[in-house]
Structures are given as C-alpha cells and as structure tokens.
C-alpha cells in the first residue's frame, strides 16, 4: 500500500491548503508590479537616481540659506537623511511620502535637519520667528512657554513662503531637542545614509559652542518609479 493512503485525511486536507496558500502568494507578489529587489537596488545605484537626489539636495539647501538671511539665523551644523524603499508586494500597503493615488515599486526620500543658532536670546528669537511666518505652526506652543506641547511635543509643521516643512527649538533646562537616529533597516529599505555637515560634529558639540538652537527641517521626495501592472 501506498504511504500516501496512510495519511490521514484530514492531515492531506491541511497540506492541500498550505500548497494553495502558497501558490496564491506567489502569484500575488510576481502579480504585484514591483520588480525583483536586485532589479531596484541596480535602480537605486543609477545615474538617474543619483543625479535625482543630488538635485533635490541642492534646492534643499537653497532654501535652506534663504531662510537662515531672512530670518537671521546662523548655520552651524546639518544632517542629510536619505532613503530608498521598495513599495509593498501586497497591494494594499502604501510607501510612506508616495504621490496619493499612485502604487509604487520604488520611492526616493531625502530628509535635511538644518540647526540654528539664533542672533538674539532664543526666548526672544524663537517668537519673532513664529511671527513673521505666513502660517502659524501646528499645535505649536503660545511663545515660548517652560512646557513642551503635550499635544505634539516636537517639529511642528510650518509654511516658510515657499513649502512646508517642520520647526524644531530647544528650551533651556527643560526640552532639548535630539539628534536624528537612523531607524531600525527593513526589508524594503534598499538605501539608509546619514550625512553630517561639518562631519562629525554632534548635536551636543554645536550646542556647548552656539547655545540654544532652531531646527528647520526640510523634506522631498525625488524619485518615484510606478508599479507596472
């Protein structure tokens, strides 16, 4: 007698199922329109994507400079974020910073923290800064108050003239703002890279030389490959 005839029904209607499982799985992801991942990290390293993420860089900066003259800041210290992310294989989960209403295979997100020292007292400089934006920041604190906003305690969203982007302050004594920390590397995360302008220089050191500091943080996205169907 055949060992297959041995087994009992129930445990081939189990294995019957788990191979069904499968095979539907694996006709979703080759179904899903994202390329294999080597494909995309061949797309990652292009000449396209690179000269994508140096132009968005530079127009970051740009607007960066314009806002340390306007409002007499002065630069002391930056970090560029970049990250490179394959969209999901399942349809229905979404890349963070996509274009809505578009599925993507490949999206590439550049982040700048720029750090200010302000030319007058923080608790002076900082009002002055809200006053003379075109919006108010979000949730943002009346002045400047000892107590972080126990709403949304840190960036708030802004609007510099130009686009929005997020505004960031130490208080003195009370809440100082921390470095950005490189998140925990995924499977979809293709490219993760950290810059420091001047390089190696911390946080901690700019503030021990400067004192207080403004944070403005600039974001883009600059490169979005769609899902082929």
Not at 25 to 53: I, N
Request: charged share 25%.
């Amino acid at each position: 007698m055949s060992n297959w005839r041995r087994v009992p029904a129930k445990v081939m209607q189990v294995l019957g199922l788990v191979v069904l499982l499968f095979f539907v799985a694996g006709k979703a992801v080759f179904a899903s329109g994202v390329p294999a991942t080597w494909r995309l990290r061949r797309v990652v390293r292009s000449k396209a994507v690179r000269q994508a993420r140096e132009e968005a860089e530079e127009q970051l900066r740009a607007r960066l400079s314009e806002l340390a003259r306007t409002h007499e800041l002065r630069p002391v210290l930056s970090q560029a974020i970049d990250s490179c992310r394959r969209g999901s294989r399942l349809g229905f989960i979404q890349l963070p910073h996509a274009t809505p209403g578009i599925e993507l295979a490949l999206t590439g997100h550049l982040r700048i923290i720029a750090y200010f020292a302000p030319s007058a007292p923080i608790e002076q400089a900082v009002p002055e800064l809200i006053e003379r934006l075109p919006t108010q920041p979000s949730h943002h604190r009346d002045g400047f108050e000892p107590k972080p906003d126990p709403v949304s305690p840190g960036p708030h969203r802004v609007h510099d003239g130009q686009g929005y982007g997020e505004l960031d302050w130490d208080i003195p004594g009370d809440r100082l703002m921390t470095a950005w920390q490189m998140p925990r590397k995924g499977r979809r995360n293709l490219r993760e890279h950290v810059s420091t302008d001047p390089a190696g220089t911390t946080l901690e050191q700019a503030r021990e030389v400067h004192g207080p500091l403004v944070a403005w943080i600039l974001t883009a996205t600059y490169y979005e490959q769609p899902k082929t169907r």
